[in-house]
């Protein structure tokens, strides 16, 4: 059985330093909770942190996508890594965005759910394929660029491969869920 005690507590003033801390006061309001775990662990890398929160920031909420697709791309990576943190988190970013219930149920099924707008059906299948192979076929390529431009196509590359990045972070690290 996978132990589910975080491998690294989250830290505090002393761990995090003045900068990290007030960030992670801020990023935790915004997120609705007095501590999003998440930045009060990542936090405790000093600078790093702060470069890693420019990056993911210049894709969500930063990018060129819209929001909604963003989180589509988002919650779906989430469900595929089966990781709880990203989903709750997620979740409710993604109501503010248009994910509704309803949605969330489709995401869970995936591309082949009945519902889905072309658009949307390329945009999960290039999401699906990219967490399972880290590849796109060709058709998917194809039909991902009937949809978007050329920025926006790096772009859901650079967002699913983060996103899914930070599962992985999030579930070797065993950091957990806010309250």
């Given at each position: 059985?996978?132990?589910?005690?975080?491998?690294?507590?989250?830290?505090?003033?002393?761990?995090?330093g003045?900068?990290?801390?007030?960030?992670?006061?801020?990023?935790?309001?915004?997120?609705?909770?007095?501590?999003a775990?998440?930045?009060?662990?990542?936090?405790?890398?000093?600078?790093?942190?702060?470069?890693?929160?420019?990056?993911?920031?210049?894709?969500?909420?930063?990018?060129?996508?819209?929001?909604?697709?963003?989180?589509?791309?988002?919650?779906?990576?989430?469900?595929?890594r089966?990781?709880?943190?990203?989903?709750?988190?997620?979740?409710?970013?993604?109501?503010?965005?248009?994910?509704?219930?309803?949605?969330?149920?489709?995401?869970?099924?995936?591309p082949?759910?009945?519902?889905?707008?072309?658009?949307?059906?390329?945009?999960?299948?290039?999401?699906d394929?990219?967490?399972?192979?880290?590849?796109?076929?060709?058709?998917?390529?194809?039909?991902?660029?009937?949809?978007?431009?050329?920025?926006?196509?790096?772009?859901?590359?650079?967002?699913?491969n983060?996103?899914?990045?930070?599962?992985?972070?999030?579930?070797?690290?065993?950091?957990?869920?806010?309250?």
């Open positions: 059985m996978v132990s589910t005690r975080p491998r690294i507590a989250p830290g505090r003033l002393r761990e995090l003045p900068v990290n801390w007030v960030v992670w006061q801020a990023l935790s309001r915004a997120a609705g909770t007095e501590d775990h998440l930045f009060s662990t990542l936090g405790r890398t000093g600078g790093l942190f702060r470069g890693w929160l420019h990056f993911s920031g210049r894709l969500m909420p930063g990018g060129k996508l819209r929001r909604y697709e963003s989180e589509l791309v988002i919650l779906r990576v989430a469900h595929l089966q990781c709880e943190y990203e989903t709750d988190h997620h979740i409710r970013l993604g109501r503010r965005a248009g994910v509704t219930a309803e949605i969330l149920d489709r995401l869970r099924e995936g082949a759910a009945t519902g889905w707008s072309a658009k949307e059906r390329a945009l999960l299948t290039a999401v394929q990219l967490v399972t192979t880290r590849d796109l076929d060709d058709a998917t390529w194809q039909s991902l660029a009937d949809h978007y431009d050329e920025r926006r196509l790096i772009e859901i590359v650079l967002l699913t983060q996103y899914e990045g930070l599962a992985s972070t999030i579930t070797a690290l065993r950091i957990q869920t806010d309250h």
